[in-house]
């Protein structure tokens, strides 16, 4: 029904909110392992959430995978071309030059 669908779509609402701010928790604790699963279960609910695109960059930066934070980032600013730190997030990707090409060409 109409009303189940719509309910199940709030609780991945309410699920993907919930993994991020546990990612931003465990980022802030410095354990940025942890903070990448989060925001890694967040965009399993939502591949378009952008902002866990951009946590999942700033997670893998700090694990020092930086083509892999680069991919993040990348995918931050398909989804938000016009954020407010788009330019910012810009210049971080061109100082890397261009991003790794995905696996099997995907």
Not at 30 to 43: N, P, T, V, Y
Not at 59 to 86: I, M, W
């Amino acid at each position: 029904s109409i009303v189940l669908q719509a309910a199940q779509g709030l609780e991945q609402l309410q699920t993907r909110r919930f993994d991020l701010a546990s990612g931003n928790r465990f980022y802030d604790q410095g354990r940025f392992d942890d903070a990448l699963g989060e925001f890694r279960a967040a965009l399993t609910i939502d591949p378009t959430f952008s902002v866990a695109h951009r946590a999942k960059g700033t997670a893998l930066a700090k694990l020092d995978r930086f083509d892999d934070a680069q991919v993040a980032y990348t995918e931050y600013l398909r989804l938000e071309p016009g954020a407010l730190d788009a330019t910012d997030v810009k210049a971080a990707v061109d100082r890397r030059g261009p991003p790794p090409a995905p696996p099997d060409g995907g």
